[in-house]
């Protein structure tokens, strides 16, 4: 195992945390000060390099923030834990921006600092397993039985140009299977062109899917190559193919049939050397039963059927699709990976996920953006998963989750569509990040009709602290709600709020929320 190194220019701590960390078992090395230990890491190899940093704050020459700056620089992944004297706390939260694992108040409890320690050790083991099975897999993300059937299936169609009709609910990632289908054929050379036929005004998506003649009506100043053209020699993705209406049925039915379509406004038949994969979220027997849709178009394009799980039966995904999807956030953003307790990873697994894949890709980054440390426990954790809705009272004042101020990322769940593409199948293929949620316009008296229905309830239980429950309580959430907004930096939350710094050091620790 590599060593922990140890960066304080005061001797005495040195050789307690060395003393401690070798009872543990856990190998030490030790610096007096950050220049010494960017030199030391710069002739280091990767095996004598650090498994983790633990560095005093206030040092000769460059300070620990200083230093913790130039590691994160050249080693982002490297979990770095700040020592610091109580009057050093405005810092040591500030370090949190810097990418610190977690700040050690001096003078510290011995074996709670090895218990910090050797929690970071452990972080970093994982997230190290965690990256060699996604460096050794770059294009799986899911080793569910139920996933690796669908891998299985996609590598038996990969020389195959037959009609694929993918069913799953939305979210679970229909139109990258798609893509890796394309990826993985004869006709991985030619486009992948994808069209949405719910999305799509029924007046528009003829000429979307079949191009026009100039002059075919008002607006068609010239002429247009429709969707079929566009994929010519490649893959036509027709997603939610259960809303198409029932006239384009035909035409698609005729096209798949001989394999030749007319613009709209035309007279010559185009011929469409294209391989159609469709997908959606509905039962098509039954809306053939309803007679919306028709029976021999059904026929036409369920060849092969790929049924894609849902996340809740694949829940063992969870915690490998949740450290790529931190990761992909954190790159999106410019800012250091968060990483993800046990205990929290344990939550999500558990949860039921009605968005899907798309729906954890959008807590993900939520996270990433809200989440007030390094380590993303279950207290960061949205109300959702914590199991109670966020206008409920309880998910107002009594829980230490998300800020109420902000709809959580499970609250809204985008439908599916022709950009339903959340990274199941890796290789560049992810999402983009999704767009911020606003509250409705009526979400701001939520949380005052919440916080009258508890304070009415504690009225009639007989309580007669009622003003200093509910105090507390709300002071408790704006405070975490101000740090989460300025990412735990004390001074521009008591800013933000309108108190003193030195007011909201003082609530804090009489709300033990140190």
Same mark, same amino acid.
């Given at each position: 195992? *590599? @060593?922990?190194w140890?960066?304080?220019?005061?001797?005495? /701590? %040195?050789?307690?945390? &060395?003393?401690?960390l070798?009872? =543990?078992?856990?190998?030490?090395?030790?610096?007096?000060n950050a220049?010494d230990v960017?030199k030391?890491?710069?002739?280091?190899?990767?095996?004598?390099g650090?498994?983790?940093?633990?560095?005093?704050?206030?040092?000769?020459?460059?300070s620990?923030?200083d230093l913790?700056?130039?590691v994160?620089?050249?080693?982002?992944?490297?979990?770095v834990i700040?020592?610091t004297?109580?009057?050093?706390?405005d810092?040591?939260?500030?370090a949190?921006?810097?990418?610190?694992?977690e700040?050690?108040p *001096? @003078?510290f409890?011995?074996?709670?600092?090895?218990?910090l /320690? %050797?929690?970071?050790? &452990?972080?970093?083991?994982?997230? =190290?397993?965690?990256?060699?099975?996604?460096?050794?897999?770059?294009e799986?993300?899911?080793q569910?039985?139920?996933?690796?059937?669908?891998?299985?299936?996609i590598?038996?169609?990969s020389?195959?140009n037959v009609?694929?009709?993918i069913?799953?609910?939305?979210?679970?990632?229909?139109?990258?299977v798609a893509?890796a289908?394309h990826?993985?054929s004869?006709?991985?050379?030619?486009?992948?062109?994808a069209?949405?036929?719910?999305?799509?005004?029924?007046?528009?998506?003829?000429?979307?899917?079949?191009?026009?003649?100039?002059?075919?009506?008002?607006?068609?100043?010239?002429?247009r190559?429709g969707?079929?053209?566009q994929? =010519?020699?490649?893959?036509?993705?027709?997603d939610?193919i259960g809303?198409?209406p029932?006239?384009?049925?035909?035409?698609?039915?005729r096209?798949?049939?001989?394999?030749?379509?007319?613009?709209?406004?035309?007279?010559?038949a185009v011929?469409a050397?294209v391989r159609?994969?469709?997908a959606t979220?509905q039962?098509?027997?039954?809306?053939?039963k309803?007679g919306?849709?028709r029976e021999?178009?059904?026929?036409?394009l369920n060849v092969?059927?790929l049924?894609?799980p849902?996340?809740?039966e694949?829940?063992?995904?969870?915690?490998?699709?949740?450290r790529?999807?931190?990761?992909?956030?954190?790159?999106?953003?410019g800012? =250091?990976?968060?990483?993800?307790?046990?205990p929290?990873?344990?939550?999500?697994?558990?949860?039921?996920?009605?968005?899907?894949?798309?729906?954890?890709?959008?807590?993900c980054?939520?996270?990433?953006?809200?989440?007030?440390?390094q380590?993303?426990?279950?207290?960061?954790?949205?109300p959702?998963?914590?199991?109670?809705?966020?206008?409920?009272?309880?998910?107002?004042v009594?829980?230490?989750?998300?800020?109420?101020s902000l709809?959580?990322?499970?609250?809204?769940?985008?439908?599916?569509?022709a950009?339903?593409?959340?990274?199941l199948?890796?290789?560049?293929?992810?999402?983009?990040?999704p767009?911020?949620?606003?509250?409705?316009?009526d979400?701001?008296?939520?949380?005052?009709h919440a916080?009258?229905?508890?304070?009415?309830?504690?009225?009639?239980?007989?309580?007669?602290?009622?003003?200093?429950?509910?105090?507390?309580?709300?002071e408790?959430?704006?405070?975490?709600?101000?740090?989460a907004?300025t990412r735990?930096?004390?001074?521009?939350?008591?800013?933000?709020l309108?108190?003193g710094?030195?007011?909201?050091?003082r609530?804090i620790?009489?709300?033990?929320?140190?």
């Amino acid at each position: 195992m *590599k @060593p922990i190194w140890i960066v304080d220019d005061d001797q005495s /701590i %040195r050789f307690v945390l &060395e003393k401690a960390l070798l009872r =543990e078992n856990l190998p030490t090395r030790s610096f007096t000060n950050a220049q010494d230990v960017l030199k030391a890491l710069t002739d280091a190899t990767e095996a004598e390099g650090p498994q983790i940093l633990v560095s005093d704050i206030r040092m000769p020459g460059a300070s620990g923030l200083d230093l913790l700056e130039k590691v994160k620089e050249r080693y982002p992944g490297l979990p770095v834990i700040i020592m610091t004297a109580f009057s050093d706390l405005d810092s040591a939260v500030s370090a949190f921006q810097g990418g610190a694992f977690e700040y050690l108040p *001096k @003078p510290f409890d011995l074996p709670k600092a090895v218990e910090l /320690i %050797r929690r970071a050790v &452990e972080e970093s083991q994982r997230e =190290e397993v965690a990256e060699e099975r996604m460096s050794a897999a770059p294009e799986m993300l899911g080793q569910a039985p139920a996933m690796q059937d669908v891998f299985r299936a996609i590598g038996r169609l990969s020389q195959s140009n037959v009609t694929v009709l993918i069913t799953g609910e939305s979210g679970s990632g229909k139109e990258l299977v798609a893509r890796a289908l394309h990826k993985h054929s004869p006709r991985a050379g030619g486009p992948f062109v994808a069209i949405n036929t719910a999305a799509i005004p029924k007046d528009l998506l003829e000429s979307e899917l079949f191009g026009h003649e100039r002059g075919a009506f008002t607006g068609a100043q010239t002429m247009r190559r429709g969707r079929f053209e566009q994929a =010519e020699g490649g893959t036509l993705f027709l997603d939610e193919i259960g809303d198409m209406p029932f006239d384009l049925q035909t035409r698609l039915l005729r096209v798949l049939s001989d394999g030749h379509f007319y613009r709209v406004g035309g007279h010559s038949a185009v011929k469409a050397n294209v391989r159609v994969i469709a997908a959606t979220h509905q039962n098509l027997e039954q809306r053939v039963k309803e007679g919306v849709f028709r029976e021999d178009l059904f026929h036409r394009l369920n060849v092969i059927r790929l049924r894609l799980p849902a996340l809740r039966e694949r829940r063992e995904d969870v915690p490998m699709l949740t450290r790529f999807f931190l990761q992909q956030s954190a790159k999106q953003l410019g800012v =250091e990976p968060k990483r993800i307790s046990e205990p929290a990873l344990k939550l999500l697994s558990n949860f039921d996920f009605p968005g899907n894949v798309r729906q954890l890709e959008n807590l993900c980054h939520w996270l990433t953006v809200m989440a007030p440390a390094q380590v993303i426990e279950v207290k960061d954790l949205p109300p959702e998963v914590l199991g109670g809705p966020a206008a409920t009272a309880d998910a107002l004042v009594g829980m230490e989750a998300a800020p109420v101020s902000l709809l959580s990322p499970m609250a809204a769940v985008p439908t599916a569509g022709a950009d339903d593409h959340p990274p199941l199948v890796n290789g560049g293929m992810h999402a983009p990040p999704p767009t911020p949620m606003v509250a409705p316009a009526d979400a701001a008296h939520d949380w005052e009709h919440a916080l009258q229905a508890e304070a009415m309830a504690l009225l009639e239980a007989g309580r007669t602290d009622v003003w200093d429950v509910l105090t507390r309580r709300f002071e408790t959430r704006l405070i975490q709600t101000a740090l989460a907004s300025t990412r735990g930096r004390r001074i521009e939350a008591a800013h933000k709020l309108g108190i003193g710094r030195n007011t909201i050091t003082r609530k804090i620790q009489e709300l033990g929320m140190e």
